[in-house]
């Protein structure tokens, strides 16, 4: 007993060594607050994104392609197979216990053994075989695992930002291009008048002919961006479709695109807390992790193994003697493996993981920057897209008025009709740079809030309003 004891002990010690470098975060050094920033106070990503869109009918988008999207589907699919491919992997580290049941029938050769005749053999055992985890191969396997799972769970969860920007961006864009249609519709209509007076006044002789031609052909421009519009608006709707995860259709419409409520402060919190915020930033530090344990697995293969096996059961030449205590077997034993000369495999194959990681904390620090560079480009959008707008109004503005004295002008014989054509002209290309960058400014705020790490994964349920939607998510 006390030497049976002792061998336990020095395996259990033996098991306590593990080989390779722990897993510490690499430094990354961060700016001490952004650049680019707007107001003071706690991140706009603390919000939850239904407290960021108000449009009830975008709110209904994102949760059916919360439901349905595939390109989400495949996330959380493969969130489940490296779950299970870590209890795969976990499994090495405990006992492995096979059952083994063996009838044979058959005779030998009367030449080596005379009289043998038909012999019967039955073998009934179980077998169990268990590595002694020496050098901590198996559990660095598994903590590998286990990270890989976590990068997996990250990666899902960037999908998801990905997949509710990509409908409200696609959204808005999709309001834009309905208010383009109607002012290109509303345009139209106009020009189409203008050039029934036009004609009429041709007639009767008291304008040239150019007149009319210059008015057909921005009565034809007019129907060629209505034209090109409607097609674009279906091309969105399909687009959108496909984010739902659904056939082609139409798409239910909400606010208009300047009736769209954005937050009036858009604070972004510290440059640091994306290292937590933002799902792949954490993908890729989980993924660094995972490749740092395989150091060590590479490590311990160049150490030798131990293999516990043991054998119990029992085995006769007739099948009622099973039971007899003379039919009992068991066998004990155990394996060592050691790597004597393998031309320097085993050493490289550490040098190779090595410089797996090495990649690794490139790329993680890549990413970091790629992200505080995302902030400050969408911290610089809204910031300057604000005053933006406020000039293409104010250019709106003038161009109605324009529009207006040139026509009065025109009808007075004071003007030719060029001058009517420019300022319709610029009205046109006013009013729909207006809508553009109505746009642009919701697209800045879903790009600040995807580039802070946003509350993206938090899912109400389906059809709930947004105060309902907070209740659901507590």
Do not use: H
Request: charged share 25%.
């Amino acid at each position: 007993m006390i030497q049976s004891r002792s061998l336990i002990l020095f395996v259990a010690s033996l098991s306590g060594c593990m080989l390779g470098p722990d897993y510490q975060r690499p430094e990354i050094e961060t700016p001490e607050q952004f650049q680019q920033r707007v107001s003071e106070g706690a991140s706009i990503a603390n919000l939850k994104w239904w407290e960021l869109f108000r449009d009830q009918e975008l709110q209904r988008l994102i949760v059916v392609a919360l439901e349905q999207n595939k390109d989400l589907a495949i996330a959380t699919a493969r969130v489940e197979e490296t779950r299970a491919r870590l209890g795969f992997v976990r499994a090495d580290q405990f006992p492995r216990v096979d059952g083994v049941l063996d009838i044979n029938r058959g005779n030998t050769a009367e030449q080596f053994i005379p009289d043998a005749g038909v012999q019967n053999s039955y073998l009934v055992s179980a077998q169990l075989t268990f590595e002694v985890d020496l050098f901590g191969k198996l559990r660095r396997q598994t903590e590998s695992a286990r990270q890989e799972l976590l990068a997996s769970e990250e990666a899902r969860r960037t999908v998801l930002t990905a997949l509710i920007s990509d409908v409200a961006s696609t959204y808005f864009l999709l309001r834009d291009l309905d208010q383009r249609r109607d002012i290109a519709a509303r345009t139209l209509a106009s020009r189409r008048e203008s050039t029934r007076i036009v004609r009429e006044r041709f007639n009767k002789g008291t304008i040239p002919k150019i007149d009319v031609n210059q008015a057909e052909i921005q009565e034809a421009d007019a129907a060629a961006a209505l034209a090109r519009l409607e097609r674009q608006v279906i091309e969105t709707e399909n687009l959108l479709n496909v984010l739902l995860g659904r056939n082609p259709g139409k798409i239910a419409r909400g606010e208009a695109i300047g009736s769209q409520l954005i937050p009036p402060r858009v604070p972004t919190g510290l440059p640091s807390e994306l290292l937590e915020r933002r799902p792949d930033i954490r993908t890729a530090e989980r993924q660094l992790a995972a490749q740092t344990e395989r150091i060590g697995i590479a490590e311990a293969l160049r150490f030798p193994s131990l293999a516990l096996t043991a054998d119990a059961g029992v085995a006769s030449n007739e099948l009622n003697d099973l039971a007899d205590s003379n039919a009992n077997i068991w066998n004990i034993g155990a394996n060592f493996f050691a790597p004597l000369y393998n031309a320097g495999q085993n050493k490289r194959r550490v040098e190779i993981e090595i410089a797996r990681t090495e990649q690794l904390i490139s790329e993680y620090e890549f990413t970091v920057l790629q992200a505080l560079r995302e902030v400050e480009d969408a911290l610089a959008g809204v910031r300057t897209l604000r005053s933006e707008l406020a000039a293409r109004r104010a250019q709106r503005e003038a161009a109605r008025s324009a529009a207006f004295l040139s026509k009065a002008r025109y009808d007075g014989g004071v003007t030719s009709y060029l001058e009517v054509l420019i300022a319709n002209d610029s009205l046109f290309q006013a009013e729909n740079a207006v809508v553009a960058v109505e746009r642009a400014r919701l697209v800045a705020i879903v790009d600040l809030y995807k580039a802070l790490g946003g509350g993206w994964s938090v899912q109400p349920t389906a059809g709930a309003s947004s105060a309902e939607a907070g209740d659901s998510a507590q």
